[in-house]
C-alpha cells in the first residue's frame, strides 16, 4: 500500500534563509508521482510541484526545488529565500501509476520569522 | 472561471443527523476526491472516482456514502454512522489516467456537529 511519511511537525526559519521539509514514501509500484502542497491558514490547497518517478532531474519552480533520491525514496522539499508568506502547511503527496489514489502526509506546519 | 466550488463553507448539524456536502467541479476533469482533515492528521482520503457511475473506498470511509451522477458533481453524504464527523472536508478534483497531474482542491467546507 502506498505510504507517505512526514517526520517534522513543525519547522521554524529566519527570513531569506533556505529550509529543507522531509517527505519519505513508500511504494511498489515503479511509476508514481510525488507532490508537494502549499495549505495557508486560509484552508485553500496551493500546488506547488511536482516530480515524476522517470524524472532524471529534481523538480524546480520559482523558490521551490524537490531534492528526488529514488533510492532512499524521499522528496524533499527546499524552499530558497524563505519569506514571511511561506508560513503555512505543507503537505507531500503520491498517486501510484496504476490508480487513481492520490494519498497525503500528515503535514509540516513551516514558521517563517522576521 | 474553472475550478472547484464546494458548499456550504460551514455547516452546522446535530449529532445523528446526515448531511450532504457538495462539490461541483468545471475544469472537465474525470478524477475526482474527497479528504477529511483534522489537525495533526493530515488528509485523509474518504472516496474517489475515477469515472462517472464509479467510485472507490479511500482509507476512512467508514460512516460516509458518495455519488457520481454526473462527470461534475461528487456529492459526499456524512452519514449518522460516522463516529467523529466534526472536521474540515476537502474536495479535490484532476485529470485521469494521468499518475502526474496534480489535483485542484475546493475552498472546503468545516462540519461541526453538535
Known amino acids: 500500500a502506498q505510504k507517505i511519511t512526514q517526520t517534522q511537525p513543525g519547522m521554524f526559519v529566519q527570513e531569506k534563509e533556505a529550509v529543507t521539509l522531509d517527505c519519505t514514501y513508500d511504494?511498489?509500484?515503479?511509476?508514481?508521482?510525488l507532490f508537494w502542497y502549499k495549505q495557508p491558514s486560509s484552508g485553500e490547497m496551493i500546488f506547488l510541484i511536482y516530480?515524476?518517478?522517470?524524472?532524471?532531474q529534481n523538480a524546480t519552480e520559482g523558490r521551490y526545488s524537490l531534492n528526488f533520491q529514488k533510492a532512499r525514496k524521499s522528496a524533499n522539499l527546499v524552499i530558497s529565500a524563505s519569506q514571511l508568506g511561506d508560513s503555512a502547511m505543507y503537505f507531500c503527496?503520491?498517486?501510484?501509476?496504476?490508480?487513481?489514489?492520490?494519498?497525503f502526509g500528515k503535514g509540516t506546519k513551516l514558521t517563517v520569522n522576521p | 472561471d474553472g475550478g472547484i466550488t464546494q458548499s456550504p463553507k460551514y455547516l452546522f448539524r446535530k449529532e445523528g443527523q446526515n448531511v450532504t456536502l457538495s462539490c461541483e467541479q468545471n475544469?472537465?476533469?474525470?478524477?475526482m476526491y474527497w479528504y477529511r482533515q483534522d489537525p495533526g492528521q493530515g488528509l485523509r482520503l474518504i472516496y474517489y472516482?475515477?469515472?462517472?457511475?464509479?467510485?472507490q473506498k479511500g482509507d476512512i470511509a467508514e460512516g460516509y456514502s458518495v455519488s457520481r451522477e454526473k462527470k461534475e458533481s461528487f456529492p459526499l453524504t456524512v452519514t449518522s454512522a460516522q463516529k467523529n464527523p466534526t472536521a474540515f472536508y476537502l474536495c479535490?478534483?484532476?485529470?485521469?489516467?494521468?499518475?502526474?497531474?496534480?489535483?485542484?482542491f475546493g475552498q472546503g467546507t468545516r462540519l461541526t456537529v453538535v
Open positions: 475544469l472537465n476533469h474525470d478524477a
Open positions: 516530480q515524476g518517478s522517470y524524472d532524471q
Open positions: 479535490a478534483s484532476s485529470i485521469s489516467l494521468t499518475w502526474g497531474a496534480e489535483a485542484f
Open positions: 503527496a503520491m498517486r501510484e501509476g496504476g490508480s487513481e489514489k492520490l494519498v
Open positions: 511504494t511498489s509500484d515503479p511509476s508514481y508521482g
Open positions: 472516482s475515477q469515472i462517472v457511475n464509479d467510485f
